[in-house]
């Protein structure tokens, strides 16, 4: 069983997120060519042209990720529901952030990944998640100012 859209939290969190890491890319790869929503609401978050390279992201925010630590558990679940978007572009990377937006996870699937069964406050039996050990994933400071002390 999925969970449920919420709107609630989508409207809080989806363009945020979004501004979020515009403004990032803006600064860490200001050549790279961001463009968002590139196909559509029900598609991936973004379309990165690497100097002629394509790239996929797609961003959400950790709701139980509400400080600047490190993520609070050793690996992250990325709801199974999100392999549409690997089947579609092989070269999809995705972004979890923290609940502050200054933080990131930055992480690929492989076909080699769990998936497991996790229960949530959302919901509470039966949703499949893919298992990423956090040690492969990346950490991102969002922000610039963590970054290089300016701006």
Known sequence: MAKDFDKKLHDK??????????????????????????FGRYGV?????????????????????????????????????KLKFVLEHI????????????????????RTDVMVQVDNIYVTTGEEFIDIPIGRCEYLELIKEKNNGTE
């Open 45 to 81: 978050d973004f379309s990165i042209n690497r100097n002629g390279k394509m790239l996929y992201l797609d961003v959400e925010v950790r709701t139980c990720w509400v400080n600047n630590d490190d993520f609070p558990f050793d690996t992250i679940h990325l709801p199974s529901r």
């Open 13 to 38: 969190y989806d363009g945020p997120a979004k501004d979020t890491f515009e403004k990032f890319m803006e600064w860490y790869r200001p050549d790279d060519i961001v463009t968002r929503d590139p």
């Open 91 to 110: 070269n999809t990377y995705f972004l979890s952030m923290n609940t502050l937006l200054t933080r990131g996870l930055l992480f690929r699937v492989y």
